[in-house]
T-cell receptor, first 111, second 111 residues
Framework: GENVEQHPSTLSVQEGDSAVIKCTYS??????FPWYKQELGKRPQLIID?????GEKKDQRIAVTLNKTAKHFSLHITETQPEDSAVYFC??????????FGAGTRLTVKP | DGGITQSPKYLFRKEGQNVTLSCEQN?????MYWYRQDPGQGLRLIYY???????QKGDIAEGYSVSREKKESFPLTVTSAQKNPTAFYLC??????????FGEGSWLTVV
């Protein structure tokens, strides 16, 4: 089955700097890669996703890149703001029931 | 956002007691899921159901049971066989495709 590894586990940046979180996956059949943001005690919220037929996707300050050959994908947040502070999860699947999540990255943006 | 309601938000279980977490969705989604989240870890799949009256075990089904008598409802029972039930439980659903939408979550604590 799929196995997803996520790094780093914690990340601290200064407001305005960029943040990058990386994930690797094991199953070459995976074709869908979402990223979720979770604030303490709240539900994970989808912030961006990418499918395997695309190499990069952007949405304002957030971008995701996918390297299928190397089986890794990354989340890039530019011009970070304090409200970006949260736990971010990556995931990979080719079917929702097979979705596997990374362990999460706790991002802290210092004002 | 919204459309998936979990209750209760907080629940306490005594030793040897079964408890049931409610999950209701009004999104007309076919598939529903239950995940468990432990501190500092990603989400692990307990059970999923793709249609009414059908459900399948996920990665960590032992000590849990579910039912899917209605499309809108997918309750999770944490039985006394689950020896370490303290966790944050998330219900989720999908219509078709891969995007998973989460409920607000339920905190379960053993007392």
């Amino acid at each position: 089955g799929e196995n997803v590894e996520q790094h780093p586990s914690t990340l601290s940046v200064q407001e305005g700097d960029s943040a990058v979180i990386k994930c690797t996956y094991s199953d070459s059949a995976s074709n869908y890669f979402p990223w979720y943001k979770q604030e303490l005690g709240k539900r994970p919220q989808l912030i961006i996703d990418i499918r395997s037929n695309v190499g990069e996707k952007k949405d304002q300050r957030i971008a995701v890149t996918l390297n299928k050959t190397a089986k890794h994908f990354s989340l890039h947040i530019t011009e970070t703001q304090p409200e970006d502070s949260a736990v971010y999860f990556c995931a990979a699947s080719n079917n929702p029931r097979d979705m596997r999540f990374g362990a999460g990255t706790r991002l802290t943006v210092k004002p | 956002d919204g459309g998936i309601t979990q209750s209760p938000k907080y629940l306490f279980r005594k030793e040897g007691q079964n408890v049931t977490l409610s999950c209701e969705q009004n999104l007309n989604h076919d598939a529903m899921y239950w995940y468990r989240q432990d501190p500092g870890q990603g989400l692990r799949l307990i059970y999923y159901s793709q249609i009414v009256n059908d459900f399948q075990k996920g990665d960590i089904a032992e000590g849990y049971s579910v039912s899917r008598e209605k499309k809108e409802s997918f309750p999770l029972t944490v039985t006394s066989a689950q020896k370490n039930p303290t966790a944050f439980y998330l219900c989720a659903s999908t219509l078709n495709g891969n995007t998973i939408y989460f409920g607000e979550g339920s905190w379960l604590t053993v007392v």
